[in-house]
């Protein structure tokens, strides 16, 4: 007997009634044919317009955007999906650092940051970052993801621990499982809690290495954790703190320096680690600390520093250009439009009680 194919509403509603979440364990021992229901469930959202990624910009980031689906149709709207938080990817003065790096020295650096992929604007990036954050020494890795993950990877053995919140950055949580299965996570902002779990885990493993992991800024959720409580736990019980500043660096606090500067903390993170691809609009990432050993083993058993061609001349001086500009006072201005521009937005979305939706477009009453 046929099966009637799935009517229209049947569609949809398998479409909207499940989560990435619930396909993140397939089963089956082949690999390849086990992605196969993801993928009916991806194009039955794909069907009906509900899929939003993997869609493509047709032109600069700016205030609106002309984007494709992947189908190929063009759209044009608001811009919310590009982290450029201060708008200088399209500054002429960071075009033009760029292109005066390539002119410089090429497009690539052309190796590993281990062997020759080492460059003057790259070189002037570790300087300035140090500076930002006071920090000595800075390790630049090809990408936010690589720092986060390879400095958790490089420094974490299997004996060791790591204590981090619950909605740590995916590299954090993904460097954390790769390194060791002794991961303790703690309540969402909860420094008390985690603060308590570093007791514990000291008292219970005293000759253990212990890493502790937030973030200044989560970035889904716009909050931040308050850094002191943990700080002064891990200076107590001999253990590491390393926060994400990836987010709030250069788009918060004094002079751009985010939530260490304003929790009053500056040079008092054993480990820093950022991105250059969200307020400095580049890529790369980097690890900040005072240690010139951490430092030197990092950039030999960093794997994602050590076996990745290094930040391009071009990515380093854009970086470096951005930072400067957000450190200046009229990055004091550009933080002060953003904020506005922020709660202007809050307050035009909080001001709508109920959204329809239809196929076709939005009614807002």
């Not at 993928?39 to 317009?49: K, P, T």
């Not at 090809?142 to 993950?149: C, H, Q």
């Not at 390194?179 to 308590?196: E, P, Q, Y």
Request: aromatic residues 8%.
């Amino acid at each position: 007997m046929a099966v009637a194919p799935p009517t229209y509403e049947d569609e949809r509603a398998f479409a909207l009634h499940h989560s990435m979440a619930e396909w993140a364990v397939p089963a089956g021992r082949d690999l390849l044919r086990r992605t196969q229901p993801f993928h009916e469930w991806i194009n039955a959202r794909r069907r009906h317009d509900l899929f939003s990624f993997f869609r493509s910009f047709e032109d600069e980031p700016g205030l609106t955007a002309t984007s494709r689906f992947e189908d190929g149709r063009a759209f044009q709207g608001l811009n919310f999906a590009a982290a450029d938080y201060l708008g200088l990817s399209t500054d002429d003065r960071v075009r033009e650092a760029g292109i005066r790096a390539i002119r410089s020295y090429g497009c690539n650096s052309g190796a590993s940051g281990a062997l020759h992929g080492g460059t003057r604007p790259a070189l002037d990036l570790e300087a300035e970052i140090a500076d930002f954050v006071k920090a000595e020494h800075v390790t630049l890795f090809p990408t936010g993801w690589a720092a986060g993950f390879g400095t958790i990877v490089g420094l974490v053995r299997p004996s060791d621990h790591i204590v981090m919140d619950n909605l740590a950055h995916a590299c954090l949580r993904q460097g954390a499982r790769a390194a060791t299965n002794n991961v303790h996570r703690f309540d969402h902002l909860d420094s008390a809690r985690g603060a308590d779990l570093i007791a514990k885990v000291r008292a219970e493993n005293p000759d253990a290495g212990i890493l502790v992991v937030t973030e200044g800024t989560f970035s889904m959720d716009a909050d931040s954790p308050p850094l002191t409580p943990l700080r002064d736990t891990c200076r107590q019980q001999e253990a590491t703190l390393m926060v994400d500043v990836a987010h709030d660096l250069g788009e918060l606090g004094p002079r751009g320096t985010g939530q260490i500067g304003l929790q009053g903390l500056l040079g008092e993170v054993d480990l820093v680690m950022g991105a250059c691809s969200k307020t400095f609009c580049s890529n790369g990432g980097f690890l900040a600390s005072s240690s010139a050993p951490v430092k030197d083993y990092l950039r030999i058993f960093g794997g994602t520093f050590t076996f990745s061609t290094a930040m391009a001349p071009a990515q380093a001086a854009v970086a470096l250009e951005a930072i400067r500009i957000a450190r200046s006072p009229e990055g004091d201005t550009r933080r002060t439009e953003l904020q506005r521009a922020a709660r202007t937005v809050r307050s035009a979305f909080a001001s709508r009680t109920w959204f329809t939706f239809s196929k076709r477009r939005t009614k807002t009453s």
